[in-house]
């Protein structure tokens, strides 16, 4: 099956994007790299009148240096990201994040506006975001406002975005040199969306100790207390029984079966945040 007709347009800058959704009154969609809304068009589950390429908008692919925060352009691929490891000072989660997602193709296209637009509750940058504290730079006819990453996604491709609204940037938090993290995630092979995920960040300089659950049915799930007691009791807090009572309280929809596989993904992260 092929995509249903549409018309495209390419803008020169972000205010031309934002006319041309504000003019279509929701029936425009936003082109970044289109790993996503592409095989949408192709199935029809997507049919929008209009496609508005930004991929190309040079204020959405840069990345800054702003002191206490990394601001990622919007169309930002992964793989952007995942080759700046080693020369983004307090972004190795974040860079190691980019490097884990899908296949080098796919990463080579897919932009981090795109995903968290997009809001599959399996993406990974809904849960890192969420989990190192990010704010998302939006913009719209209304004027620019910011959103907490763990705010901004709303449920299963549902998002804090309205139909005018663009992605611009993600501010995210430089981590200190103290600062430790976890990321895990079962997949059923290398590069497929996973079963399960859990990210954790601990930095006792920023006094900060988040950690979320994802590859839920709808928007991370935030573990706070349990977060909170390994932040104070190291490895000790880490354990199964600590893991399936905070799986139990964020999902209490899942089966038991499901519990365990999520507390073992959260226990895991967490392990990897205590050990390094």
């Not at 589950?45 to 908008?57: C, I, N, Q, Y």
């Not at 795109?114 to 399996?122: E, I, Q, R, V, Y």
């Not at 975005?161 to 997949?187: F, H, N, Q, T």
């Amino acid at each position: 099956m092929k995509a249903a007709a549409f018309d495209y347009t390419r803008p020169r800058d972000v205010g031309e994007a934002i006319a041309a959704l504000a003019a279509h009154d929701g029936a425009a969609k936003l082109l970044a790299g289109g790993q996503s809304l592409g095989p949408m068009l192709n199935l029809r589950l997507a049919r929008p009148a209009l496609l508005v390429d930004v991929s190309r908008l040079g204020e959405l692919k840069e990345i800054t240096d702003r002191g206490d925060v990394w601001r990622i352009g919007g169309a930002v691929t992964h793989a952007a990201i995942e080759d700046r490891a080693g020369t983004m000072p307090g972004a190795e989660m974040l860079c190691a994040v980019a490097g884990g997602i899908a296949y080098r193709a796919v990463r080579n296209r897919g932009t981090i506006g795109g995903s968290l637009a997009h809001a599959d509750p399996a993406a990974d940058w809904p849960l890192a975001l969420a989990a190192l504290g990010a704010e998302i730079e939006i913009r719209g006819r209304a004027g620019p406002r910011r959103c907490a990453a763990d705010a901004f996604m709303k449920g299963a491709f549902a998002t804090a975005l309205a139909e005018d609204e663009i992605i611009v940037a993600v501010e995210v938090p430089k981590l200190s040199r103290a600062a430790r993290w976890g990321y895990y995630k079962y997949c059923r092979k290398t590069g497929e969306f996973p079963e399960a995920s859990a990210a954790c960040v601990f930095d006792p300089e920023r006094r900060v100790a988040r950690a979320f659950v994802g590859a839920l049915s709808g928007a991370p799930a935030a573990v706070a207390g349990l977060a909170e007691a390994v932040a104070a009791q190291g490895s000790a807090a880490c354990t199964r029984d600590a893991a399936l009572a905070a799986i139990a309280a964020a999902a209490s929809a899942l089966d038991e079966v499901e519990k365990r596989m999520y507390a073992a993904a959260l226990q895991r992260a967490l392990e990897q945040a205590v050990r390094t």
